[in-house]
């Protein structure tokens, strides 16, 4: 299974973007790269997906590389709620094993 | 929609007792899904329904858990014995693959099960 890599913890102030970095360079053509972010005390919850052209939504953006090896979810305004774990995940065809990894722990200054 | 039901939201038990968490699925959806949460493993997907059949179970640790989906609305995850280390938090999630497909399908989380086993 294509893995995916994330930085463990990112910090960012309020009212700021935050560019949170996934590599994934092992990722197939068919894969498609989710984000999914998990509250304190909640289950994930879906935040974006793609192929291969840029996705903008309510919550967030994400940029895929070229390459597709690696992407990047945008939060345009980071808020006190968005302090979270973020995952980012590949789903292929036929694959509903998704694997969240350890994720990257934003934390979100006042 | 209420969104992914489960219950109970938090349970202690003694080693050797059967624990059966409960998940009622979004209305329509056609898939559901148990997830196991530990600090030291992470998120893993213990066993998967389509349309209330059991599709893959390779996740289930061993023997002791099993899980069930009598009808679209109901799904049960019991663990008999259980072990101090089946002290989890346990997540149930449906989605609508009919309608999207599994590569761009939505997972939505229950608030989760919390589990000590004493």
């Known amino acids: 299974d294509a893995k995916t890599t994330q930085p463990n913890s990112m910090e960012s102030n309020e009212e700021e973007p935050v560019h949170l970095p996934c590599n994934h360079s092992t990722i197939s053509g068919t894969d498609y790269i989710h984000w999914y972010r998990q509250l304190p005390s909640q289950g994930p919850e879906y935040v974006i997906h793609?192929?291969?052209s840029n996705v903008n939504n309510r919550m967030a953006s994400l940029a895929i590389a070229e390459d597709r090896k690696s992407s990047t979810l945008i939060l345009h305004r980071a808020t006190l709620r968005d302090a979270a774990v973020y995952y980012c995940?590949?789903?292929?065809?036929?694959?509903?094993?998704?694997?969240f990894g350890a994720g990257t722990r934003l934390t979100v200054k006042p | 929609d209420a969104g992914v039901i489960q219950s109970p939201r938090h349970e202690v038990t003694e080693m050797g007792q059967e624990v059966t968490l409960r998940c009622k699925p979004i209305?329509?959806?056609?898939?559901l899904f148990w997830y196991r949460q530990t600090m030291m493993r992470g998120l893993e997907l213990l066993i998967y329904?389509?349309?209330?059949?059991?599709?893959?179970d390779s996740g289930m640790p061993e023997d002791r858990f099993s899980a069930k989906m009598p009808n679209a609305s109901f799904s049960t995850l019991k663990i008999q014995p259980s072990e101090p280390r089946d002290s989890a938090v346990y997540f149930c999630a449906s989605s609508d693959q009919g309608r999207t497909g599994t590569a761009t399908d939505t997972q939505y989380f229950g608030p989760g099960t919390r589990l000590t086993v004493l």
């Open positions: 793609g192929l291969t």
């Open positions: 209305s329509g959806h056609d898939y």
């Open positions: 329904f389509n349309n209330n059949v059991p599709i893959d």
């Open positions: 995940i590949l789903r292929g065809p036929n694959n509903n094993d998704m694997r």
